[in-house]
């Protein structure tokens, strides 16, 4: 069935840290997406992956962040040189189950000290 | 540009009262809308979408072209509701989704 879990569910990362996030679907989906979500915010696209091919990273908000997934299934989102604005619950969803219907998993908090 | 908009942040209604949740939209083209709702502790799990016309929990949404609305309404609010709800929208072949800024609804008792 349908499911997708992340870790570390909690980060606590010094600003200047390098940070490495983890999403793990549990069966395979041809479609993966990454949000980034602020505090009292709706979340917010950052880069899609149709299997291995990064089809789409326009909401990348600076060349700090870089995801991959290279072989089309576990996707890392990485955040170099962490900065304090870079506090956020970091989601990742899977699909589609439907067209265009994305499964959520429960998200990273990152906390940039 | 594609966005969503919910004007309010904070919803309180008493159990048993109806309950609508705003949710305007700015898109060119023909989206596809969405509510997704998270429960306290839970992920963010889809509510409803538009093309499938359906009742979930009691809520509906009807799309509203010339207004360019999704407003979720529900005629009897239960205590189980109280969450976060979003309003999003999936347009064209970049299947990413644009989600509004949420509704926290609470239902007093």
């Known amino acids: 069935g349908a499911g997708v879990s992340q870790s570390p569910r909690y980060k606590v990362a010094k600003r200047g840290q390098d940070v490495a996030l983890r999403c793990d679907p549990i069966?395979?989906?041809?479609?993966l997406f990454w949000y980034q979500q602020a505090l009292g915010q709706g979340p917010e696209f950052l880069t899609y992956f149709q299997n291995e091919a990064q089809l789409d990273k326009s909401g990348l908000p600076s060349d700090r962040f870089f995801a991959e997934r290279p072989e089309g299934s576990v996707s890392t989102l990485k955040i170099q040189r962490t900065q304090q604005e870079d506090s956020a619950v970091y989601l990742c969803?899977?699909?589609?189950?439907?067209?265009?219907?994305?499964?959520f998993g429960p998200g990273t908090r990152l906390t940039v000290t | 540009a594609q966005r969503v908009t919910q004007p309010e942040k904070l919803l309180s209604v008493f159990k048993g009262a109806p309950v609508e949740l705003k949710c305007n939209y700015s898109y060119s083209g023909s989206p596809e809308l969405f509510w997704y709702v998270q429960y306290s502790r839970q992920r963010l799990q889809l509510l409803l979408r538009h093309i499938s016309r359906e009742s979930i929990k009691g809520f509906t949404a009807d799309l509203n072209k010339g207004e360019t609305s999704f407003h979720l309404k529900k005629p009897f609010a239960q205590e189980e509701d109280s969450a976060m709800y979003y309003c999003a929208l999936s347009g064209g072949g970049a299947q990413k989704l644009v989600f509004g800024q949420g509704t926290r609804l609470t239902i007093n008792p």
């Open positions: 969803a899977i699909g589609p189950l439907l067209p265009n219907e994305q499964y």
């Open positions: 069966s395979g989906h041809v479609s």
